[in-house]
């Protein structure tokens, strides 16, 4: 599993701002993650800069609590200091000069500069392994977040959100900070300080954008809607160039078989699968499948695994798919898996499944893909259909069932019958 957990919000699908608690006369009591997100609303909350943690004053009063980063929320400046260089939110924005988020209602500053303009800044700690929290913009002016297990260096995050096409990056505060609330819960802490997170003095807050008038009253679609991607398990790039292809073309033919019942979605090519995801939620996907093709030297191939994570309501969806794939395909362990560790699966609304395909090494893998990715795609659809149910197409729809046949019909369909 990853060490890196990458979070990317496109501005069409999320509300995002900044809050945080301001300079006073008395202490400020640092809020827990829940807390935070009871005051604001927000459907996911993160930690943001840190704060003095020492007793005492100022000149500006008590600095216990005080945040020691710049922090701009709602308008109003919250704390001062952090690098020269501001995230600016709505849109995001990389800017440069202290304090300088003025033109944005929501901005920050962070610990450390890790990423400017696509170019890994240096100085950047490659020793001390703990977890860190950061966040950014990629190169399209998408939000992300980036938290990581408690082995990660400051070097290894920039060198991972370089890949992933971030654009400019902060670090923020981590450690035992680091954390991640998410719909009414806890989901990833891991130097966890408390049941609900380490108290921390400011925060980046997330909000869904309603869905369309039409669905808050209720009112279903004409169509399911299926989204397929080809993302890969943790970045754009899954396996080689010849093995994407064909997992392409096996998406390519579950299309065929499913558009003229369904909405049928497939993530772009250089998605990557936090991206992937979070188009899937945009359109409000009532299943998403993510495909993975990979190689083995070893073991019997070909063969294939499919995995759903604890309470996403896939399991049903994955059985149905795992009955219908080729018998000339052998399991690599009997059942679904479950696997809370796979990054597109994570944040998917809709009940979601990972299926992972595994062929042998070399042009003899690559070969027999080719030769079965129609197969593949087809039984995918079939187990899909299963689970969705079979509506009829718009053809059939159309066609109105006569009742009574005309006797030169008759004549002309070849069929027998008696005149009376």
Not at 99 to 106: A, E, I, L, W, Y
Request: some cysteine; overall charge neutral.
């Amino acid at each position: 599993m990853s060490k890196f957990r990458l979070d990317v919000y496109p501005p069409k699908g999320y509300t995002i701002w900044i809050d945080g608690l301001m300079y006073a006369s008395q202490p400020k009591t640092p809020l827990t993650l829940k807390e935070w997100a009871a005051k604001t609303g927000a459907d996911i909350v993160y930690p943001l800069a840190m704060y003095n943690m020492s007793h005492g004053t100022d000149r500006f009063g008590p600095i216990y609590g005080r945040t020691i980063q710049y922090v701009r929320g709602g308008g109003r400046d919250i704390g001062y200091g952090g690098t020269e260089y501001v995230l600016g939110l709505n849109p995001c924005e990389q800017m440069y000069g202290a304090n300088s988020g003025g033109t944005h209602k929501d901005a920050c500053s962070g610990y450390r500069t890790a990423i400017v303009s696509g170019v890994i800044v240096p100085g950047l700690d490659h020793k001390i392994k703990r977890s860190h929290n950061a966040n950014g913009m990629m190169k399209n002016g998408d939000y992300f977040h980036l938290l990581t297990e408690t082995d990660a260096t400051e070097a290894e995050c920039a060198a991972y959100m370089k890949g992933q096409g971030a654009l400019f990056m902060l670090m923020q505060d981590g450690g035992g900070a680091t954390g991640k609330f998410f719909d009414g819960s806890l989901v990833f802490a891991p130097e966890k300080e408390g049941p609900d997170g380490r108290p921390t003095c400011s925060v980046v807050c997330l909000r869904r954008i309603s869905p369309p008038a039409a669905e808050k009253e209720g009112k279903k679609p004409a169509k399911k809607t299926v989204y397929l991607s080809n993302a890969g398990p943790e970045t754009g790039v899954n396996g080689s160039g010849a093995l994407r292809e064909r997992k392409e073309r096996i998406l390519e033919a579950a299309v065929s078989e499913l558009k003229a019942r369904y909405d049928v979605f497939q993530s772009e090519k250089a998605m990557t699968a936090p991206e992937a995801a979070a188009d899937s939620n945009l359109k409000h996907s009532d299943i998403h499948i993510a495909l993975s093709v990979d190689q083995a030297e070893e073991g019997i191939t070909p063969a294939y695994e499919v995995f759903v994570r604890s309470e996403g309501g896939a399991e049903d969806l994955a059985g149905k798919i795992l009955a219908q794939l080729p018998l000339f395909m052998h399991a690599q362990d009997s059942g679904v898996k479950v696997d809370n560790g796979i990054l597109e699966l994570r944040e998917l609304k809709a009940p979601a499944v990972f299926l992972r395909i595994i062929v042998k090494g070399g042009t003899e893998g690559e070969s027999w893909l080719s030769e079965n990715t129609a197969p593949i795609g087809k039984a995918l659809a079939r187990g899909i259909q299963d689970f969705l149910g079979d509506p009829p197409t718009a053809a059939a729809a159309a066609e109105k069932p006569k009742d009574t046949i005309s006797v030169s019909e008759l004549k002309k369909s070849g069929i027998k019958y008696i005149e009376l």
